[in-house]
């Protein structure tokens, strides 16, 4: 899969577009073409490699024999190299020692459908093609899109869809032809992420172990893949939740990308704190200061969660990170008064009540809901305070209460030490299955002076917390997985069920490590690491929960979006976490709390962005960090 949004190229690893299933090229959600099968010499090249040369482009390399009496080795080389818009160059190769004829056919067509349609298999059949500059067109009432090629071809047969060249290819000579997709009226796809002003920094990791400098590469190649532009205000962009199935905004997904990305500079925060304020809904009911989303299945054991409680929730987080990263004042400013409104939101639908309900109004009480609400309540705080806004002693005040009541009511104890209760039920009862969302519990948020906020879990029940995730039943040897394998409902491919989620895994590797627990972060990174290997370092949002064993491969969810940007941004979370890195730019400090045991032995990481500077920080195999590059006056801290 090549993704460039609003642009994506999907086909087997032979190359050739058949148009079956989700094969083709698609341009803002339509099929424009759905087949592109290539003949060299009257026969398809037998495909010995299909390589991703980056996010947006593949390469797939054929061979052929042109004569039975050559012997056993190919003389004719065929490579293809697509890129996520269609754009296509086939080149034949010739290792033949006779000059070759080669007759070059492609076959092409569509049905010109949409891909909510395909993935319901319910598509149309292919359009009928008429000749059209230099190329076939096809056209529906959904629009019109072709395919021009250069040089134009010898014989165009509209009927049979099929574009015919005739080469004379000298001894070790080649040919080529360059074919592009358009959708009529669309406009050149022009990739966000290609831009010149694309807002991730071009960050690499060096060191002992490669599988970090692969992951980081690719990691910020799918996150430039999966940017988008919003149409009405350019200059703003964010992240798409994945490809090939959601491939537009998802406000909970894109807050939390992007708070992942922070390392990579604070302009990805920005656009898409920019682009969701838009979306916050005004007036003096319940919601108002909400930022709404759709609901999302939260797995056999309870209904549905709004992502829009979430999202509501990551804006005055994100907010008040991306400034301790250095987004500019006058940006922060810009944003307070939606911070303000998503806060005051959170005190009006808690009410008297310590807990937040998840949907509002009557769902249950979240273990999840409450860890975001308590980190929105604190980093609001924070934020308010020092920016001299009112609101801060209060969101303290009940952050205290919340941490209380949870206390006495969300922990169930039980021989083993006790766990977390997932949620409670609106008749008070706990839900008592052990699954990944408790990780929030873990993520609790940056403060000032490198460190970070209070959690809703005392000292022992967090060690209690880490020994659980560090189990067999949680750590599959690939990941965390989404409910541990011994409770009722497991299902390895249950996306909320079992299901090795790559945002939640990262989210326990860097609270874990965060929290001392470095045994259990380690074995989860490993498992990560492994597993993103296996993935050639492009993480899907989710894979199977299949326990690891020797010479076993991570199984793929069907469903999942690879890439997706909860996943790459987890890449950069990941690596970011080994270096310990809590900025204060308004203090002008940044704080190192590296893993002490260097998993990955030593590490390097250059090109990382604080205060607006290039930063980079190098992490021993004694466990000992070293900056080697920040800002003018960045000092570090204690």
Not at 358 to 375: S, V, Y
Not at 500 to 509: D, G, K, L, M, S
Request: hydrophobic share 40%; proline share 8%; net charge neutral.
């Amino acid at each position: 899969m090549c993704v460039a949004l609003p642009s994506l190229a999907i086909s087997t690893e032979q190359g050739q577009l058949t148009g079956s299933g989700l094969e083709g090229v698609f341009r803002a959600g339509r099929r424009v073409l759905s087949r592109c099968q290539v003949r060299v010499a009257g026969r398809e090249p037998l495909t010995v490699q299909a390589r991703m040369t980056g996010a947006d482009s593949v390469r797939f390399l054929g061979t052929l024999r042109t004569s039975p009496h050559v012997g056993p080795d190919p003389d004719v080389i065929v490579e293809r190299i697509r890129h996520a818009d269609g754009t296509e160059r086939i080149t034949v190769h010739s290792a033949a020692v006779r000059p070759l004829r080669l007759p070059v056919e492609v076959a092409l067509g569509t049905d010109l459908a949409d891909l909510g349609a395909i993935a319901g298999g319910g598509p149309g059949p292919e359009l009928p093609a008429s000749v059209h500059d230099s190329g076939l067109r096809w056209s529906s009432p959904a629009g019109n899109s072709s395919v021009t090629a250069d040089p134009p071809p010898a014989d165009a047969l509209a009927s049979a869809g099929l574009l015919r060249w005739e080469f004379v290819v000298p001894p070790g000579g080649s040919a080529s032809v360059e074919l592009r997709v358009r959708l009529d009226g669309a406009g050149p796809a022009r990739a966000v992420g290609r831009a010149a002003t694309s807002p991730l920094a071009a960050a690499r990791a060096m060191g002992d172990d490669p599988r970090a400098q692969h992951l980081l590469r690719t990691s910020i190649e799918d996150l430039q893949a999966l940017l988008l532009r919003d149409p009405a205000h350019p200059t703003d962009t964010h992240l798409a939740a994945g490809a090939p199935w959601r491939c537009g905004l998802a406000p909970a997904d894109a807050l939390a990308a992007a708070r992942m990305a922070l390392p990579l500079g604070t302009r990805l925060a920005a656009g898409t704190l920019r682009t969701l304020a838009r979306t916050q809904l005004q007036g003096t009911g319940p919601q108002s200061g909400m930022l709404p989303g759709p609901r999302r299945d939260a797995g056999t054991h309870l209904p549905p969660s709004c992502t829009g409680t979430e999202a509501t929730l990551l804006f005055p987080a994100l907010l008040a990170e991306a400034r301790r990263w250095g987004l500019p004042d006058a940006e922060t400013e810009e944003f307070l008064p939606v911070a303000e409104r998503c806060l005051t939101w959170l005190r009006t639908n808690v009410g008297d009540g310590p807990y937040l309900r998840d949907p509002q109004p009557g769902g249950p009480l979240r273990c999840e809901t409450q860890a975001h609400a308590h980190r929105a309540a604190l980093l609001g705080a924070d934020l308010l305070d020092s920016c001299g806004r009112p609101g801060g002693p209060g969101l303290r005040q009940w952050a205290q209460e919340l941490r209380a009541a949870f206390q006495g009511e969300f922990w169930i104890d039980d021989l083993s030490g006790g766990r977390p209760a997932a949620a409670l039920a609106p008749d008070g009862r706990p839900v008592p299955h052990l699954g990944a969302a408790a990780v929030h519990l873990l993520d609790t948020g940056l403060l000032g002076a490198g460190e970070l906020a209070a959690g809703l879990l005392g000292k022992v029940r967090t060690e209690q917390l880490a020994r659980l995730l560090g189990g067999p039943a949680m750590d599959s040897g690939w990941g965390l997985r989404g409910l541990g394998a011994k409770e009722a409902g497991y299902n390895p491919y249950g996306h909320r069920g079992g299901a090795v989620r790559t945002h939640e895994t990262a989210v326990a590797v860097a609270g874990l490590a965060a929290a001392g627990y470095e045994k259990q972060a380690t074995s989860l990174l490993q498992g990560m690491l492994a597993a993103a290997e296996a993935f050639g370092h492009r993480l899907p949002e989710m894979y199977a929960g299949e326990q690891r064993t020797d010479g076993s491969t991570p199984v793929p969810h069907p469903a999942a979006c690879r890439p997706a940007a909860t996943a790459a941004a987890a890449g950069v979370l990941l690596l970011t976490t080994l270096a310990g890195i809590r900025p204060d730019a308004p203090a002008g400090t940044v704080t190192l709390r590296p893993v002490r045991s260097a998993p990955l032995g030593e590490i390097v990481l250059t090109g990382l962005r604080i205060a607006g500077a290039p930063f980079s920080v190098r992490v021993g195999r004694l466990g000992l960090a070293m900056v080697e590059e920040a800002a003018d006056g960045l000092q570090l801290g204690v």
